[in-house]
Each structure stands twice: as structure tokens, then as C-alpha cells.
Nanobody, 123 residues
Framework: VLLVESGGGLVQAGGSLRLSCAAS????????MGWFRQAPGKEREFVAA????????FYGDSVKGRFTISRDNDKNSVYLQMNTLKSEDTAVYYC?????????????????WGQGTQVTVSS
């Protein structure tokens, strides 16, 4: 699955953004998908995941209650609605096929990262 993220930008604290991830490949509808982010000088951090049928969603502690992940399998796309943004949300955001291991989320080995989309929140 090849992935292309979009929707990032510069926003003031308290504002909202909606990220999109367009996927190519016939396996998208059977893949659990997720978002990660990486701020300068920090490790890549799990943000959210959604199961292949969209029934179950999971969130990192730092974004619970503010971010919402969704998907449209007809459009081979996954989305991240980000509300009440904070300066600490500033990062490059990536989508990927993900899996849960011991209650932690990881990119599926061998799966692709997209090129990422920059989100900058000004305080």
C-alpha cells in the first residue's frame, strides 16, 4: 500500500485541522490503519488507529478527546480530525498500516510510511 498524506499547515492554538491519507492498493480495506507523528528531536509517537471496518478506534493519551480518526474504504482513505490543537501537537504526521503488540501500536513490518504532512501550531 502506497500512502500520501495531506492537510497539514499552520494553525493557531485552539484551532482545528483535518489530515487525509490516500492509499493505493487492493489491501486497504483489510488493513488496520493509524497515524503517528514526529516532532523535531523526538521519537515517532503513536497518535491513533482504526480497525479495517472502522468499528474500533484507539488513541494516544496525549490526543484523547481532541482527535478523531475515521476512514472511508470506498475512497481508500483515512482521516485525522484534530481539534483544540496545542503547540505540542506540532510535528510531521504520518499514516501507516499498523498492528497492536502488547497493547502498543507499531507500523506493520515492511509496510510503507507516507511522506508525511507538517502540522505547526502557533501559541
Amino acid at each position: 500500500v502506497l500512502l500520501v498524506e495531506s492537510g497539514g499547515g499552520l494553525v493557531q492554538a485552539g484551532g482545528s485541522l483535518r489530515l487525509s491519507c490516500a492509499a493505493s492498493g487492493r489491501t486497504f480495506s483489510s488493513a488496520t490503519m493509524g497515524w503517528f507523528r514526529q516532532a523535531p528531536g523526538k521519537e515517532r509517537e503513536f497518535v491513533a488507529a482504526i480497525t479495517e471496518n472502522g468499528v474500533w478506534t484507539f488513541y494516544g493519551d496525549s490526543v484523547k478527546g481532541r482527535f478523531t480518526i475515521s476512514r472511508d474504504n470506498d475512497k481508500n482513505s483515512v482521516y485525522l480530525q484534530m481539534n483544540t490543537l496545542k503547540s505540542e501537537d506540532t510535528a510531521v504526521y504520518y499514516c501507516a498500516e499498523v498492528e497492536s503488540v502488547d497493547r502498543r501500536w507499531y507500523k506493520v513490518p515492511g509496510a510503507s510510511w507516507g511522506q508525511g504532512t507538517q502540522v505547526t501550531v502557533s501559541s
